[in-house]
Structure formats: C-alpha cells, structure tokens
C-alpha cells in the first residue's frame, strides 16, 4: 500500500500527460522557430497548449502574454527581476511582499534588497496578511506587488483582488504579481478580474511533468514595457524567456490542464480528516483555506520522527516546504502563521488530490493514531 499526500511538493503525472509527451518526442520533435514543416508543426502545437493555457484563466484580451519558463521558480524571477530592473527609474523604490512567500520569490527579493532596491515584507498571521503594514507601506514609491494567491505550507488564501485594489487605487502603475503555483487548477482564478497583471503558474503541481512554468502577463504590461527579459539567446517567446521551447513538456502541461479538475470532494475529505483526527492533534486553520492542504500540530512527536514512521507504511505527507526540506532552514512561514518554532518543528503538512477517497483519509488517521501511542515524545 502507498497513499501519497504529498501533492504540494510535487504531484503524479497523469497517463494522458505521459501520453502526450511521449507523442511530442515521435511526432513534434522540430524546432518551433524553424520555417519548414517539421518546425511549423512545432509551433502550431505550441500555440495550442499556450491558448488552452490562457484560456483556463479565463483571459479574454488578446495582447495578454504566456511566457513558457523552466518552471515556477523561473517565472517568479523573470517577474520580479524582470520588472524591478525594467526601468532606470526603478531603482532604489519599493517592492512589496510577505515573509511567508516561497523561496522563488524570497531569494530574488533578497538579491533586489543586495542591489540597492527597497522590499518591504509583510506579515501573515493566522493566515491573513496584515493589512495595517500593507497600507502602511503602499504609496507613489511601489513599482511592484507581488503576493501568493495560496500559502504551500498552511493552504492559506490571500484576497489577491482586494490586495491587488488596493494598490492600483495607490497607482495604476504599481505592477501586481501572485505566485498562484499552489491555487492554480485548484481554484477558479482570472487574473483580469483580480486585477492581476502577472501570474505565475508550474506544469509538475497540477500532475504535468517537471520543469516547465508559465508567466501570464497583461496586455497593459506589454504596452507599458514594464518587464524586461534576464535570460539572453535566440529571442524565443517573443523575447522575453530565450531558448528552444521545452515543447514535450509545454504539452504535457497543456494536456494536464485539459485533464485537470479539483472536484469538491477535495475539500470535503479535508473536512473529514479535520474532524476525525484525535484530539491531540492541533489544524492550524487560515482564515481561509485552500481545500487541498491541511497543517497540523503534533503533541511533542517532531515532523520528521512522524514523517519516517509513515513513510515505513507507505504514506508520505511532509514536514515543510520540499525546497527546503533538505537544506537544515528552519521553517519561517509557520512562525510567520503565529506557531512558535517548537510548534513548527512538530507540525506536519497534508495536501491532497482528485485520486484520494475516504478510505485513504481513514488510513492516514489510523496511521497518525498508531504514530501518537508508539513514538517517543520530545515533551508532554
């Protein structure tokens, strides 16, 4: 047996997508830039995934872009580094984010801080970002917001349109930016309608293969040339993202939204784990939730000691962020969420997908149940 509820570090491709980019290697293989068949053949292909993309945001303006990247990291830097650096004029003024983003935004807003740009890093108790520091911090000095649509760790939903309202009253200049890596596919999102005007987006969370992303960015961005490209070579994607398009994987992450659906049983079997674990166990519940993830507490048993007992039974959740699960970083986002770092360091992460029924929920109970009475706790 193997239940697998760790669908926020990565997720299982689905048949169709192994299908599909099995086809692309036999049947696409040209170079989307080429002028003869085999290279048309590419680049109609291309053009397809690209406008089913769009399409499943609901994008109705036909001068709004999609940049293919290598994945969600890369589209998190071409939009923050590329527009912090668009302009001369830039320099030296202010992007607005929060302390519980993913590191594909935290780094490069660090490398920005390094070159002299000012980052201002809101909170996020309880899941909700602090609204005094946000207008605080908003005035004409704000070339950039970018804030996630939901938190990888606690599931947390931030209100992206009113956020993104709220700059845009400030200056319709400001350029707003959500890493939505872990809303996209999971809810409904439109970025024209959350005053949104760049998007990030990863083919390997929605059970499409790894290393290819997408950047969503407006029509007004493009007009207004706000965004600069950082990677230099042959112009592809119209300039901005240089290389040969990763074409097998484009399509992989075209046919994974095609087959893509997050039904509400989702939400309802995170319910029916809330309710059914043991007292003992703490959720650590946002304002509001994602209907895929779950963050619990456990009473004096480390994330890791639990995370080896229910990997010896084939069930894998996890303990942080995967990114950064490996590097010996304490966690920042629980603390950030209001838990002490004890607390953080006992707290497990549950993410769920389409695939998963009630009696794989009754399994991961029993299992944590099992965990609470045989393993040996740091406290009491």
């Known amino acids: 047996m193997e239940l697998y509820f760790d669908n926020s570090a990565t997720t299982k491709p689905y048949d169709s997508v192994i299908d599909t980019m099995r086809e692309a290697m036999r049947e696409y293989w040209g170079n989307p830039s080429s002028l003869h068949t085999k290279g048309y053949e590419a680049e109609k292909k291309l053009s397809e995934a690209r406008k089913t993309i769009l399409d499943s945001l609901n994008v109705r303006d036909p001068h709004a872009e999609l940049f293919f990247t290598s994945g969600g990291t890369e589209a998190d830097n071409l939009a923050l580094l590329g527009t912090m650096r668009a302009k001369a004029r830039n320099k030296g003024k202010k992007l607005i984010t929060t302390k ?27 899941g909700k970002v602090d609204m005094n520091e946000y207008m605080a911090a908003l005035d004409k000095n704000v070339v950039m917001v970018s804030i996630m649509t939901v ?15 709220m700059a845009k009253a400030v200056s319709p200049d400001i350029v707003t930016h959500t890493d939505a890596v872990q809303a996209y596919m999971k809810l409904k999102l439109s970025p024209e309608s959350m005053k949104c005007d760049m998007m990030t987006m990863s083919g390997h969370k929605i059970h499409g293969p790894k290393g290819i992303g997408a950047l969503y960015v407006s029509a007004e961005c493009m007009k207004k040339r706000t965004l600069s490209p950082h990677t230099f070579g042959g112009g592809q994607e119209k300039g901005f993202r240089s290389g040969t398009e990763n074409l097998p994987a484009i399509l992989g992450f075209a046919e994974a939204v095609k087959a893509g659906v997050c039904p509400a049983s989702v939400g309802e079997l995170r319910e029916y784990i809330l309710k059914n674990l043991s007292a003992e166990i703490r959720p650590n519940i946002p304002v509001t939730a994602a209907p895929h993830i779950l963050n619990v507490t456990l009473p004096g048993i480390r994330s890791e000691t639990m995370l080896h007992f229910l990997s010896s039974k084939g069930i894998y959740v996890s303990s942080g962020s995967a990114c950064s699960s490996n590097s010996g970083h304490q966690n920042y986002v629980l603390p950030d969420f209001g838990l002490t770092d004890k607390e953080a360091d006992h707290s497990v992460r549950i993410s769920l997908d389409a695939s998963h029924v009630r009696d ?21």
């Open 360 to 380: 794989d929920a009754d399994k991961l109970i029993e299992a944590l149940n099992e965990g609470l009475k045989t393993l040996v706790r740091s406290e009491k």
């Open 151 to 165: 938190n990888n760790e606690t599931g947390a939903v931030y209100d992206i349109k009113k956020l993104f309202t």
């Open 100 to 126: 519980s983003e993913h590191p594909a935004i935290l780094e490069p807003a660090k490398q920005l801080e390094a070159e002299g740009y000012e980052v201002v890093y809101l909170s996020c108790r309880g």
